[in-house]
Each structure stands twice: as C-alpha cells, then as structure tokens.
C-alpha cells in the first residue's frame, strides 16, 4: 500500500467517524467518535507531511574544507 493510499485509507476512517456522529444517540459515544475522527485526520496530516518531505532532494552536505584521509 502506497503513502498516499494510506492517507486517503485514514481519510476515509475520519469520515465514517464523523457520520456516525450523527446517528448515535449516546453523547459520549459521540464525543469518542469525534476524538478518534481527529486522531485520525492527525495521521492523514503526518502521512501527507511525509510524503511532501520524501519528495524534496535532500540537502547537500556542506564541504568544510578540511582535507580527506
């Protein structure tokens, strides 16, 4: 499974969280549904983070001039 699959897999986790907000009559089950629909946006958040930080080249070390053995 690709990265990004991943985060549409855990978008799609948050969504059906927040759907059954509204249809269960429980407030604190809603509440829990809620809490576990932002956990799960916070890992679409990182998986996207990562992704975007894999696709930049890394940075080029610095040469400090000192002389190689």
């Known amino acids: ?3 990004a699959d991943r985060a549409d897999e855990y978008m799609r986790y948050a969504e059906h969280c927040l759907k059954l ?8 089950s809603r509440m829990l549904c809620r809490e576990m629909a932002g956990e799960w946006l916070r890992l679409t958040a990182g998986t996207v983070e990562d992704v975007a930080r ?8 610095r040469e400090t001039g000192r002389a190689r053995s």
Do not use: D, L
């Open 54 to 61: 894999n696709a930049q080249p890394p940075k080029q070390r």
């Open 1 to 3: 499974m690709s990265v």
């Open 21 to 28: 907000v509204k249809v269960i009559p429980e407030q604190e």
